[in-house]
Nanobody, 127 residues
Framework: QLQLVESGGALVQPGGSLRLSCAASGSTLDDYVLGWFRQAPGKEREAVSCRRTRAFHDHTFYADSVKGRFTIKRDNAGNATYLQMNNLRPDDTAVYYC??????????????????WGQGTQVIVSS
């Protein structure tokens, strides 16, 4: 059974950077589509970024609010995924979750497709 654990959340000043990590256990991430989602106080959970890497069907999604600032990555060993967040803003404050969906999911920005979720890591952007 795949288990995901996020880390890297912190309090950071506006304009700062953070890298969130999501470590997998119980299975490698090679057979999964990977995504990052976030939930701000009083708001619904939303997709931040996700990536599907399959021959002839590569698809990477970024929410409009994070384009040019966030980058999703995965390590070559297939055991972790990362979210590099630059030029952070106060409205990036949220609990960030990583998630994994079956490999056949094509459009990865829909959270209902995801079967495995981490517990979340808190990011606070404030001066």
């Amino acid at each position: 059974q795949l288990q995901l654990v996020e880390s890297g959340g912190a309090l950071v000043q506006p304009g700062g950077s953070l890298r969130l990590s999501c470590a997998a256990s119980g299975s490698t991430l090679d057979d999964y589509v990977l995504g990052w989602f976030r939930q701000a106080p009083g708001k619904e959970r939303e997709a931040v970024s996700c990536r599907r890497t399959r021959a002839f069907h590569d698809h990477t999604f970024y929410a409009d609010s994070v384009k040019g600032r966030f980058t999703i990555k995965r390590d070559n060993a297939g055991n972790a995924t990362y979210l590099q967040m630059n030029n952070l803003r106060p409205d990036d404050t949220a609990v960030y979750y990583c998630a994994a969906a079956p490999w056949y999911v094509v459009q990865c920005e829909f959270q209902d497709e995801y079967e495995h979720w981490g517990q979340g890591t808190q990011v606070i952007v404030s001066s």
